[in-house]
């Protein structure tokens, strides 16, 4: 019999915990989707006969779909259940990449991409309820590290595996290899995936559901956590929007010079995610949040003193972005722990609005660095200036560590 013993509504029931590895991969499933078929780009683009900006819709409208969809699972999950929201994103995740796979006319190709991101997003939200559901705070900051290196590790890979598909197989290899990957995380979810919400109590309509999202954002303590996520993910995706322009075009690198410079990022948050999921548990979320933030904040003033100086070259971009990833893997497996244990009973629904707040927020300031940078060279060092020291004033302000009790 399981060593955990739950009680649900009344009766005691074992709460079997999942394997790690089947929350690693349905987290994986959305941000692998996003980023393999990048390389078959110029292919979609000749294939259909149409410019290059109106293929962009295939990847600009996934994430949004990616972002919006968040809103709806958590609060969904709290009345539903994680289960049957999990498998049926799954499912609509792979039926969306087949439909891809088949080479439909473009429309229906982009809606296939918007309902494939609607479906791998389940596994980014749910897998973080899940964890707090079977977890206390600073141990599912813990989990959560382990579970978001797969954010890095996905991103990383998918690209190279991507050219190499297009290359030897054309661009409709890439949606068939994730299909036949969310395909397998179904199957693995229907065999060992287990109900995990078990709160007590009576469920308000969906309506209700949504509108407790009201609730979270009156919370101090919850945009204590939050919002700190959220600017210091700014920080990462301006720099994704700002970083190939100031390599490429003004320093005059080639663009395998930039993804070999890359990799200092990617390692960094890789790394910073390993510390969480070894340290957040013995060190406590608050802190962990707290040497995150400084962590970054020193590294984008490094770079912004670098730009302001006319010093910017690869060393004084990538090496201290590589510092400010470290951070950011630290305080944002924890952030995102913090806002989910704020209002257990609304685990879902502060996941999903938490990750809401990252994606949107980092995807507007992309693309404000995306418009000024050609004008204003130091866009995206002062825009990221401005997140980092936003990340580190909202938690100081909002959560005061030390001042409060903590929260399990």
């Known amino acids: 019999m399981p060593a955990t013993i739950e009680l649900t509504r009344g009766s005691a029931v074992a709460r079997r915990k999942p394997p790690i590895a089947i929350l690693v991969a349905v987290s994986a499933i959305g941000p692998l989707a996003l980023n393999i078929f990048l390389p078959s780009i110029p292919g979609l683009a000749r294939y259909y006969g149409v410019d290059y900006g109106t293929i962009q819709l295939t990847f600009t409208l996934y994430l949004v779909g990616l972002a919006v969809s968040q809103l709806f699972y958590g609060p969904l999950s709290d009345r539903f259940g994680r289960r049957p929201l999990l498998l ?52 599912a900051a813990s989990m959560i590290g382990y579970i978001t290196m797969a954010w890095v590790l996905a991103p990383m890979m998918a690209p190279s595996l991507g050219g190499l598909l297009d290359v030897h197989f054309g661009w409709q290899a890439s949606f068939v290899v994730v299909a036949l990957a969310g395909l397998l995380a179904l199957l693995a979810g229907l065999r060992w995936l287990h109900e995990t919400n078990f709160q007590e109590g009576p469920v308000g309509s969906p309506l209700e559901l949504v509108l407790g999202f009201g609730r979270l954002l009156r919370s101090p303590r919850y945009l204590g956590y939050a919002l700190p996520t959220a600017f210091t993910s700014a920080v990462f995706f301006s720099f994704l929007a700002g970083a190939p322009y100031l390599t490429i075009e003004v320093m005059q690198l080639s663009p395998v010079t930039y993804g070999l410079w890359f990799i200092l990022v990617s390692i960094g948050y890789f790394l910073g995610n390993l510390a969480s999921g070894r340290f957040s548990e013995r060190m406590g979320v608050d802190r962990m949040i707290l040497i995150g933030s400084l962590l970054a904040l020193a590294g984008v003033a490094v770079t912004t003193a670098a730009g302001l100086s006319g010093a910017l070259t690869p060393w004084t971009l990538f090496l201290p972005m590589m510092f400010v990833s470290l951070g950011n893997g630290m305080s944002i497996a924890n952030g995102l722990a913090g806002s989910v244990s704020v209002f257990p009973a609304m685990a879902g629904a502060a996941s999903g609005l938490a990750g809401f707040m990252q994606m949107g927020l980092g995807a507007a300031s992309a693309q404000l660095v995306g418009q000024v940078q050609e004008t204003w060279i130091s866009a995206l060092v002062v825009i990221n200036l401005l997140w980092a020291v936003l990340a580190v004033a909202a938690f100081l302000l909002l959560i005061r560590p030390g001042s409060s009790r903590t929260q399990s």
Do not use: H, M, N
């Open 88 to 139: 049926g994103g799954l499912a609509l995740f792979v039926v969306a990449s087949t439909i891809c796979a088949l080479a439909p006319p473009l429309e229906i190709l982009v809606v296939a991409r918007i309902l494939q991101a609607v479906g791998g997003c389940a596994g980014i939200v749910l897998s973080r309820a899940i964890v707090r559901d079977l977890y206390g705070r600073d141990k």
